[in-house]
T-cell receptor, first 112, second 113 residues
């Protein structure tokens, strides 16, 4: 049982480049989330989805876009990467809005 | 604004030396207080959910408790494999959305043999 899988695990970008992070879950969860984790700060919610075809903004959505075309996948896009987006990104899923989160192993992104 | 504050930021213990981690929260309409464990280079792993003051949950050497303002993660006779960062998160009312979870910054725990 794979749980939540994120690809890629590591990526280096130049300022202004674009990229997409892919998250896949095999638990049939309705809710999916993208967080970023920076040193000295707690996990911060970027965007989330309450079901296939839906997306909503979290605490720090600027500079990111998301899509949930299939229930099992949640994509996070950076259209024009900035050094401030250097971070570790975690995808998570949950069965309910108030249930425990299942996290992926993270994607470490460096923007030069 | 919901807030979750964890203390201490870091804690170094000898193997077998019991201690407690603190999580203070101000979360409107608390719908659950969560504890996660995070190992270096990994995603957080769920440990416990507590819903009401007075509730306690245990797993091996860990016990989580909840009051109206704080949660504690008690670690009894820890082993080196308990070394990790422990995250606390409060899920508050979010107007029907799924964005009510606020994470603390974590406590980095090191257990020395």
């Amino acid at each position: 049982n794979a749980g939540v899988t994120q690809t890629p695990k590591f990526r280096v970008l130049k300022t202004g480049q674009s990229m997409t992070l892919l998250c896949a879950q095999d638990m049939n969860h309705e809710y999916m989330y993208w967080y970023r984790q920076d040193p000295g700060m707690g996990l911060r919610l970027i965007h989330y989805s309450v079901g296939e075809g839906t997306t909503a903004k979290g605490e720090v959505p600027d500079g990111y876009n998301v899509s949930r075309l299939k229930k099992q996948n949640f994509l996070l896009g950076l259209e024009s990467a900035a050094p401030s987006q250097t971070s570790v990104y975690f995808c998570a899923s949950s069965r309910t809005a108030t249930g425990e989160l299942f996290f992926g192993e993270g994607s470490r992104l460096t923007v030069l | 604004e919901d807030q979750v504050t964890q203390s201490p930021e870091a804690l170094r213990l000898q193997e077998g030396e019991s201690s407690s981690l603190n999580c203070s929260y101000t979360v409107s309409g608390l719908r659950g207080l969560f504890w996660y464990r995070q190992d270096p280079g990994k995603g957080p792993e769920f440990l416990f959910t507590l819903y009401s003051a007075g509730e306690e949950k245990e797993k091996e050497r860990l016990k989580a408790t909840l009051t109206k303002k704080e949660s504690f993660l008690h670690i009894t006779a820890p082993k080196p494999e308990d070394s990790a960062t422990y995250l606390c998160a409060g899920n508050g009312y979010s107007g029907g959305g799924a964005d009510g979870l606020t994470f603390g910054k974590g406590t980095h725990l090191i257990i020395q043999p």
